[in-house]
Each structure stands twice: as structure tokens, then as C-alpha cells.
């Protein structure tokens, strides 16, 4: 793991320094988890790299999704040491030919301590920038750009030949693809690693573990959320539907105890001197709340409405009736398409997109324009009882945003709040509006799940 075992109090150092480091990604570690942790480093000791990264995943996580973070933070603060780098060196200069079909052959074998090598070796020859001496510039980008690893998969496969000959010759294909695949972004990941511990032997391992590595799912900002990123949180939508459901049900409980009347509670003190021995509670009506979702599912805001839209859906037994609308320019509902979600919730942008009409002449989002629209036509979804939640970033393209309107939806709804994805320093820049919004309706920022699940179960009504 290095070349000396860590002393007691670099063990100590290191472990506090991944403990806190995982805490600056939201993860709860508390300090029993943490002592835990030092129990299980104490009884595995530091031999073998892989037992610690067990022993301590074992103590310190709460979840699976978990694990990717984890993972990169531990090669931080328990790195393989500079062996690799000592065996880079020894064989740099590498020609990038020579390192490609090196490459290639630790590929075929799948030997796992050669790409280990190949990484340190592909750093140190293609990654580093900078014309000052001792630079601390690693760039994986960099590295990777120079290597183009992707472009090996047909060369791996060739030298596989014969050997994964079947009947069914395409099925087989398929399979070794994969696996080649999951091989060259196992060796991507190694690269990254290299890079970042490269960097924190310069920086410090705790400024790097903090900057350098993406959080959880449910951390990721909505607004710079790409494709792959985008489905993975879709996978979180069920866990974090169920743990709001259990949430509300809660909430739910404890209101329908009701609430002190003090009148009456008063009143009937008088019995015994004054003294409220026995209070009176005001009992709650049981109906639940009906809600509605308005959404803009324009532009880079998109993902940020699909994604709070496949949550509602999943919470729609919390309420009497839930009812979703969507809109760039016009407004359309469009409550029946998602209701199919759960069967293709990655389409979901591309139906809404398809079966409503959202744009009138042109294709930029209207604020103004969209609010006045569901005012006049959808005027019944809104009543004393019902919630209204819109999303949407609150930038008008420079057209009227028809505060008119808004405050006509908000005086006939019981509650408006308004999920902004954009961080309040950006509220009012440009052609944002947030700021005359918000003076209208309560406007929170939203910008990815974790805060999205906690205003959700924060504001939801009982």
C-alpha cells in the first residue's frame, strides 16, 4: 500500500482527513461510525490496501450509492504509494505506440496490477502542463485525449479470436464487448485516480478531496447535469420517493391528533380553578391536499422538471389528486403521460416533448405568456385546497412576465411555492425575473435532489 506502514498518528491523520472529506460530500459519519473505522483499521492493519478499503467502507457507509465517492476519496488518503511512479519512471520516456499496444496486452489479459502501471506511466508521459518547475498540473483529460483508450476495443478483441468461438458467434460478440468495455473505463477511472493523486501529493489530499471529486446522485446540480448523469439520478427517484412517503405519513399522524383549542381548553379550566388539566384539541380534517406541478421543461431546466415530475408521481398516493403541467411558451397538461413514466422514465422529456403543444411561433420559454395561459384555461385546477409548485429558472427571454397573473394562481391556490435550480446570486442577472416573482410567492433554489426531497417534505401540506 506504501512503502513503510503508516505510523499511529498518520493513521490517525489520514483517517480523520477521509472522515471529513466524506463528510463535505453530505455523507452522515458520526463519531461512533468514525471510531468504528479505527477499531476495524486496528484489527486489519495496512498490509493489504484492498482489506482497509473494505474494512472501512463496511463502517463508514449507510448505502450503496455511496460507494463511487467513497471510493475515489479513499485513493486519496490511502494511495498505492510511489511505487508506481518509481516503475513509470523506469520506463519513460514511453513512445505512445509502444504504450497503446502495452496497453492493449493488459487489456487482453485483464491484469489488473499491469493497468496500474500503464496509468502511473500514461500520467507521468502524456498528463502533465505547466512550465514551471515542479508543476503540480496533472490533467486525466489530458492524458486520456493522448491515449484514446475507446479506440482499443476492436485490437482486444482480435487477439481474444478464437478462444470465445461459439454457436451463437453475435451473442458472444456482445458479451466480449462489454466486458472489454468495463475493462477501458476501469482503466479510465485509473487514470483519473492517478491524475488526482498526483495533484494532492501537491495541494493536499484535503482541498483535492473536496474540489476534485463529483458527489452522490442526489448532489449533482441539475443545471449541469449531462445525459449519463441525468439517468443515474432517475435511478434515485424510488428510494427518495419512498423515504418522503414514510416522511409525510408521519407528519400526517402526528397532525391528525390535532391541535390545542385554546378557547375551549379555557372554558373548560374553569372547572378546576383555572388549571388546563384536561386541553381540548381541535381536531384535523383528514382529506389530503391536492397538488399541482407547473414546469418549464426548456433548455437546461429540463432535466430539473422530469426529474421532479417522475418524484411526484411516485408520491401520488400522498394526495387526493395530483395534476402536472408543463410549458415553454404555451401550457399544456399533461398528467396522462405521466402516469407512464415508471415504463420509460428516461423518455419522458422526448413524449412531453412529442404529444404536448408547448410552443406557439417560437421556441424560447415565456414565462408571461405561460402563467397568463394557465390562468385562463386551467383556472379549475386551482382552489382552496390545492398546492401549486413551479420550476422553472424564472428567465423570461425579455418578455412581459405577467406578474398579473401569477398573483391571480396564488390567490386562488391554498399555497404557491416556486423551485428555482439557479443559485439567488443569479436571481435577477440578465433576463431573470426572480426577484419580482418572489415577491409574489414564496422562491426557494432548488439546484439538485437532496434539497429537492428536503423542501418537498418540508413544504408539503398534511
Not at 398579473?404 to 391554498?414: E, N, Q, S, T, Y
Request: proline fraction near 5%.
Amino acid at each position: 500500500m506504501s512503502p513503510a506502514e503508516p505510523t499511529e498518528a498518520g493513521a490517525v491523520a489520514r483517517l480523520t482527513g477521509l472522515v471529513g472529506a466524506l463528510r463535505a460530500h453530505g455523507f452522515g459519519i458520526g463519531t461512533g461510525e468514525t471510531v468504528d473505522a479505527g477499531h476495524a483499521l486496528d484489527a486489519v492493519g495496512f498490509t493489504d490496501r484492498e482489506r482497509v478499503r473494505e474494512a472501512l467502507a463496511a463502517t463508514l457507509l449507510h448505502g450503496e450509492g455511496q460507494r463511487p465517492v467513497f471510493d475515489r476519496v479513499f485513493d486519496l488518503y490511502f494511495p498505492l504509494g510511489q511505487t508506481r511512479a518509481a516503475e513509470a519512471h523506469a520506463h519513460a520516456p514511453a513512445d505512445l505506440a509502444t504504450l497503446r499496444e502495452r496497453l492493449a496486452e493488459a487489456l487482453t489479459a485483464g491484469d489488473g496490477a499491469a493497468l496500474d502501471r500503464l496509468a502511473a506511466e500514461a500520467v507521468d508521459g502524456f498528463g502533465g502542463f505547466g512550465s514551471a518547475p515542479g508543476s503540480d498540473g496533472w490533467s486525466s483529460y489530458r492524458t486520456l485525449s493522448r491515449l484514446r483508450p475507446e479506440t482499443l476495443l476492436a485490437r482486444v478483441r482480435e487477439r481474444h479470436g478464437a478462444a470465445f468461438a461459439a454457436e451463437d458467434a453475435e451473442f458472444t460478440d456482445r458479451l466480449l464487448d462489454d466486458e472489454i468495455r468495463r475493462l477501458i473505463e476501469a482503466f479510465r477511472e485509473r487514470v483519473r485516480t492517478e491524475a488526482r493523486r498526483r495533484v494532492a501529493e501537491r495541494q493536499g489530499r484535503d482541498p483535492v478531496a473536496r474540489r476534485a471529486v463529483a458527489g452522490t446522485a442526489d448532489q449533482m446540480d441539475f443545471l449541469l447535469a449531462g445525459r449519463a448523469q441525468l439517468d443515474e439520478l432517475r435511478r434515485t427517484v424510488r428510494p427518495l420517493a419512498r423515504k418522503l412517503a414514510t416522511r409525510l405519513a408521519a407528519r400526517r399522524r402526528r397532525a391528525a391528533r390535532g391541535e390545542i383549542d385554546l378557547r375551549r381548553t379555557l372554558r373548560r379550566s374553569l372547572s378546576t380553578g383555572g388549571v388546563p388539566v384536561r386541553p381540548v384539541l381541535r381536531r384535523r380534517s383528514p382529506r389530503r391536499p391536492e397538488l399541482v406541478l407547473l414546469c418549464d421543461v426548456s433548455g437546461s431546466v429540463a432535466g430539473f422538471a422530469q426529474f421532479t415530475m417522475l418524484l411526484v408521481q411516485a408520491l401520488h398516493d400522498q394526495f387526493s389528486r395530483v395534476r402536472v403541467f408543463a410549458f415553454v411558451n404555451r401550457v399544456d397538461e399533461v398528467t396522462r403521460l405521466i402516469a407512464r413514466g415508471p415504463a420509460d422514465p428516461a423518455g419522458l422529456g422526448d413524449r412531453i416533448l412529442a404529444e404536448a403543444e408547448l410552443t406557439g411561433w417560437h421556441g424560447q420559454s415565456d414565462y408571461g405568456t405561460a402563467l397568463g395561459e394557465f390562468a385562463d384555461r386551467y383556472a379549475e385546477a386551482v382552489g382552496p385546497r390545492t398546492v401549486v409548485f413551479v420550476l422553472g429558472d424564472a428567465r423570461t427571454n425579455g418578455s412581459d412576465p405577467n406578474l398579473a397573473a401569477l398573483k391571480r394562481i396564488a390567490g386562488r391556490a391554498r399555497r404557491v411555492h416556486w423551485l428555482n435550480p439557479e443559485q439567488p446570486s443569479l436571481w435577477g442577472t440578465g433576463d431573470s425575473v426572480a426577484p419580482a416573482y418572489a415577491s409574489l410567492v414564496e422562491m426557494r433554489p432548488c439546484r439538485n435532489a437532496r434539497q429537492l426531497g428536503a423542501l418537498i417534505g418540508r413544504l408539503l401540506p398534511v
